[in-house]
């Protein structure tokens, strides 16, 4: 999938991380950021209590990039959660980068989302009525007005009842002077570990960060579930006040979002997307000398494709790992841009060859179609695109920012006519039971951009205004009442 | 006075700086923050609007380097203001930098304030208790609070009714999609002036930066006056439930805080100076051979003391124009410091000659003692200290942030044991009598901090809590009820 | 192998791009380098001419850094040189950065060079002393004054003779105002090659710059050939006084340096990486489960591996694609490094399992250790580490920097001595015949690393004292002769 | 004078400082370096020796930002020497920063250059046909040659030998591992003096900096004369084969380079200039209210006017202290520039008034004119231009890089015609006979600029093709003969 590809980002599924009770928060939220980066590139924040203060560190660009030149003992503190953010295009935004960090009247709160609220332009316009100001453009804000509320003010039930009110998909971490908080919506759509690390506790997006920062995987947090860490320990209630019939986990974050070291939902990522591959092997042949990943979104898809297949595994792209942020196009008149400068073609292991191209996903199919002309010019004697998911048609709700219909190259496009648009001899995406055969509990996954089965009424959702994470549609000043 | 010297900096008064009606807002704010910059180091802000969408663009540091490297077209509009803000020691706060931008139900506010609001903390607490929440420590959030209250809202009564809530001083600058307003408190604590600038308005806190722009001085805008600025043009109105009953004009502002080709509260500071200067010569004379100011400071006041004294003026000390912000001391070990860099004593002048030193101000001594030491050490056979003013003893509630009384050289110590402590042959003070006598309407002044007569009861300003321009004592985090 | 692990870096190979006959030169040398970046990290440069004058840009950090901010327009002309340099530990040497710009009596001269020269002490001793002087502490210098040497100056032959005085290991490119230059050393350690791009000329180490660049490769640059282009086209000789009995190709570039994308030597790097896994496969073979490569040097060989053994390939470790220059380590006392938060090991891969680890080599062992060690940690019943090539225990007098004896992990150890060293469960290196096999022509490489058998006497080389790309052993201003 | 506008700065005079024998220098160089910043703020470097390594930090811009990041620990030793270097317009120019720093074959040797070689275009063709090679386009460069030639090479007569050869203006300081040299021309064009500050040595372009490193001044150095310091000591000798007839000494040092509280040649530069604006005021009088000076440069003349006068003086203009490098312009379509941003005029004090503007001499006038026309803007009644020396009007061969004859206001326009183009009521300059009035040896004084009157035969002096501090008229590459 071409999602990181320049010019192509989505916006992505954001990353939160937190920890408790250690000598230094900073530098470990620091690694988990860092392990998280896959899943924001835009902007990343940090802030850490130390029983008295808040200390808060945030900005632009890559994790490396924000703390690069401040020392960590300006945020000293036991505890501290971070946030990184995804890529958006237009302006910097730099008020929009979380965690956000306000002051209620019974002290400060520091709040990381991932998720997308649906009920948060109706709140935000409830709490607005009654006088309220907002500082950012993010649908997170809406719960510090909710948490401020009097009506709420009994912590940390309030906590609780606050969550309550919110509708849609999040994973939040906040965090008090005293205490660190971690909720997952009732339907669970993004996830949320729970990690020991000696004797404090650590909260991460992924596995994959706890692993990072030396941590223990305990298991996830529960779909509705609040966890509350203090000096005397960690507490569990169920916020909801009635129980989800059934959980919305998103697929998305197996078949593209999640790191392959993961374990999402409680299945390793790396495992799936193998077994996606073999499906695919079997769902969609192909006649064939070789199998190349395009990587490295379609490593494990492609290592499952050439085990299913038996045909033979090979390195048909290499990738340049140089291509970055700051990386400039030479010029509008070269005939390269920079998705060709970040994956090589290597002529001697296509030339000549019938290649099966694997990859996790297509959204626009505009790289794409530049991976197949590429080999195409590098001698490959025929070019079959393997894609292991189903085509991607409808829009996401709950945190996804994908391209419109018009955008989606399987948005108003036949599988014939797609690959033509692409220039592959064959083309073959996975079935929607494809998708979901390795999972354990196929009906606990959200898989509504493949299907357009939403797991809740989107009548009541009202358009796709607010964002993943929380981005208004419009900056702040933009906004107001009709 | 020592105030601009490292190590001792108040926080000085910021400076605002609006316009409306113009082509485009942005370089215009420039240069006005730009002509006010001495009021404000450590950061810098402008918000335009072009009727639709507010930009904005804050920075930490001098005007010059925060806009450096930013296109204008990031901030197009018609107008737009603009915030210059006082150096503070410590850990940079880029959430304080002002102009502050907040959305409230009925659209984005931006908001420019230079004073300090002395029942803040009370209105914080209780917008807090009602469930507010708090993006800044400084006390101009408390204005927004205000404005977004249901009961206030009805436009423009509204901003009037929300300004008459506040106690203490202010100079706003209000922004909204339509509109730009400019407010002064009833006692007219902080300078404000109207400037025309073909079509359009220009509101500053000095009229130095009329001239800079190109306007024309109108008047002041008056104490307790609201003055609104929209496509119908200009309406003005008094925002007081009742008038004052005297005016409270900083006199500090005549001392030391304007630009000496400024005209502040309807006077030339330039020749408020000279005169305070003559008068000196008169009250405190002394025999010489020269008088020397301290440049930039001292330079129309010893002036005006060489020509009521008679003694020639020379110039004793030389500035060294590349001392700023990046400065970097070589070394703790070495017998000099930045002020020593600052101010280069030229011994040609002053070697074997009785030397009249003249300074608008002594604040804490330490830079004053410095200077007389160096003249003793190039030879300087007397020196005779003379000071533009009286000696400031009392604090300030309306927004300068003097030191502590113990840390003010003439806090706990006679006249004979501060000339002792600076090392000077004699020293004399202004009276306060000489400090009032150029001004046409003296009763106007606020001289408290010489005198100690506060304009209002003191006793209700509770604590020297809420600073200048909205510092609050404590970083976001930190605050909060017992 | 370990060598772009922070911190275990050697002076790797630098890289050289030159173009001639385009409209705009700057942005191709800018792509050709980019492509070229794996083979040096520290610095990087431009050079172009415009026919009159030459411009340059130089700076230290990646490609993508240096030349961020500038506008290409500093770089016109039609033709162009770059270079890319390795990194080093220590303070930066921005001096050392080429290409070498100087002006001899005939005009400027431009100079890249991959290599290093052995005899460059002695040329440098001989000039010295005849009133030169040196303004780097590069090798490189030497052929300035050689070519400035009034003995030389009969242009193009000069540049022969120049050339012809010089011993060790070069690719070198030249520009004048008029001419683009390349010379390969006659005993060919260095890659180099040519290719056409319109009516235009392309050089570059490698040919994957050159399809980067857009260009068709022609062929190699020969061992001790002279190559010039100007307005009048291409020409060729041999600089050589006599042709060399065989030549000398480091066998290293097809180990570790050059990208699997580029053909280097004639020979597809990738394919010869397959087949040493292949071999490796049968010299060593293993017991286990899955085979995993260390990515992404072992993909190759790890790939290879497989096919050889029938064991599947999997996918063990996980690379994070955003470790870079600017990672800073979280904390000293973290139990993690910067090779921790490189590769991540998946769990789910490798638990339970006997694994197969697969390198494209080893020099000081420090990373393989580690790389171990986690397996081990996340549950890896068995490591068995294979590395496709003999151990390094020789120094290389041509450009490589190896470690010293005693740092090398096989310098003083026998093969059961590493394998305990890295904890390792069995351990196997490719042999020398199996690293030779699959070549074409085995008796035209260098393989003096692994072997000993130097190409040329090198008890002539004084000491390994002139290094890769022209480091002098010490900084400008610490040299001269006893 | 406009010199020190932006867009009007000439090539200055350099500035350079020297110490030995201290226990840390890098600091103290500092401090000299930013002493001597008005003489050149292009680009600085310091060069400090531990005995055993040469340590360079130099980059473009001011000496507090060139010197900002770097730790003092890079540049370790007990003796260094440092450079500031002049604007000029175009390219940054990174390689003509001093010290030059090269290694010879007995070593390195640090140089830096105040002043102009007259034949180093000849000297720098012979070396060159001789082989040798140049890295900067500066003219300082030849002295390394001649000092590596192995024809001079017997230190320290060597070093004399080689000055001997030199023909021109030069202020040299040279550092090598064991000594620090100080060398000044024949004819003693440029300033540079000797300071002791405790057991060690101290070398200065101006006394400024002297006193600023608290080294107390002993004398200058000599014409002809070559100063050398090591551990054993201070030793002295005359380097020139003849003695000069007569000195040469830069009156514009006087005029406008050297800070007021230096002592230049032997004279109060303070002390000059004021007599100069007393002479002034006696031969060009006026009928006016007030004398204002332009500030700085023409304060002290200012002063002088007004005493020889009887004029009162007073503060018309007011200087922003904050225009600096960073400053932007708003706009080109603004009415203001950054002149305008500098200077602002005191509306109070020259409104309905006849004023005297005093300045210390005018280069293209553009500046001047402004300044006139904002002092009538402002309501001056007349202004009466008083220049403090006479109508510069020819070049200068010797360091100073003035206009062409076209670009000087006075260089093709009678006083009238001049004064007409300023809009000033009346101009009058400085006779020639008054501005050599105040000095004790005017026959020592090179006034060529205003006279004509050259020094040295300058039919010799090949065009003036090698400016001030060495910078070639074109860049490196762009040289060579025909």
Redesign the interface.
Known sequence: MEFHDPGECPREACGVFGVFGVQ?A???V??GL??L??RGQEGAGIVT?DG?????VKGMG????V??ARP?S?LSGHMGIGHVRYSTTG?ARMQNVQPL??????????IAHNGNLTNARRLR?MY????????T?TDSEVL??LL???MY?SRPLRVARALNELQGAFSFLLMT?ERLMAARDPLGFKPLSIGKLGSGYVFASET?AL??A?AEYLRDVQPGELVVVDKDGMTFSQFAASPAPRHAQCIFEHVYFS???S?VFGE?V??IRCQLGLRLAMECPACADIVIPVP?SG??SA?GYS?GSGI????GF?????V?R???M??AN???DSA??KL??????VKGRRVVVVDDSIIRGTTARRRVAALKRAGAREVHLRIACPPVVHPCFFGIDFPTKAELVAGRRSIGEICRFLGADTLGYLSQDGLLSPFRFPGDYCAACFSGAYPVDVGTVQGKTELECGAAPE???????P
């Open positions: 230094d900073a530098p470990l620091y690694q860092f392990s980066q896959h209590c008295r203060l808040l200390h808060t890559l994790v490396s990039d703390f690069a960590w300006e302006s960090v306000v002051e209620c009247s019974d002290g400060p709160w520091a316009r607005g009525a009654a006088g309220a100001i907002f500082q453009g510090v007005h401020a509320d009097p003010r002077r994959c692993a990072q030396g790191r392959p070291d374990r390793s790396h495992s490295d490593n494990a290592l085990r033979p595994l090979d390195y290499i990738r340049n790992h140089y970055g700051t990386f400039i030479p010029d070269q005939r390269s060709d400068m090589a073609v290597v002529h001697d292991v900056p702040v000043g933009a906004g107001g009442v």
